[in-house]
């Protein structure tokens, strides 16, 4: 993972594994990293690492199990809402970028409806 020093390591972090929960690549319930694991992985101070762990702990992202470690949460409805969120601020942005071309939103709905279909028929 490459950090950027546009927002603090922690956040990075954070957007990170909630990416990878999006995305499936950590399942409901599934054990992360130690936090002295991923530091050690990742390259970055431990308390970094706790910081984003107890933040995600108060997101109800993660909850940890005293000598068990950490697990990403069971909770569907938490997993559908961070998908909503992420779909929201994906198109959100897409709309913007395709704004600033000059664009209109009839030109940008009649270009997504063609590429979906377009990506259907494949």
Known sequence: MEFNQKE?????II?????????????????????RELAKQLGVNPNTIQRAYREMEEMR???TARGQGSFMTSDVELLESLREEALHHAVSQSIE?????????REILAAMKKYLERGASR
């Open 8 to 12: 603090p390591i922690y956040t990075q």
């Open 15 to 35: 957007a990170d594994i909630k990416l990878k929960f999006i995305n499936g690549t950590y399942k409901l319930g599934q054990e992360i990293p130690s936090r």
């Open 61 to 63: 992202l993660i909850v």
């Open 97 to 105: 970028t395709l704004r600033s071309f000059g664009k209109s939103d």
